[in-house]
């Protein structure tokens, strides 16, 4: 899966091994975090600071795409 937020700088992508990775606009990682199963979807904030994911356990997740 993944998402786009609306402005452009960030790329949200789930994963198959459960992991969800968050991306600026140049490809740079910026966060990442492990779920309970394959990501089977996602929704980024219209700033890119929150992520909506469910994955196939099946759980629905709200995290927050802040950077470490």
């Given at each position: 899966s993944v998402a786009i937020s609306a402005d452009g700088q960030r790329v949200a992508v789930g994963m198959r091994d459960a992991?969800?990775?968050l991306y600026d606009a140049a490809g740079t990682a910026l966060w990442k975090q492990?779920?309970?199963?394959?990501?089977?979807?996602l929704a980024l904030?219209?700033?890119g600071s929150f992520?909506?994911?469910a994955d196939e356990?099946?759980?629905?997740?709200?995290?927050k795409g802040?950077?470490?």
């Open positions: 992991n969800v990775h492990q779920l309970n199963g394959a990501v089977a979807g904030s219209q700033d992520i909506a994911a356990s099946p759980r629905a997740y709200l995290l802040q950077i470490e």
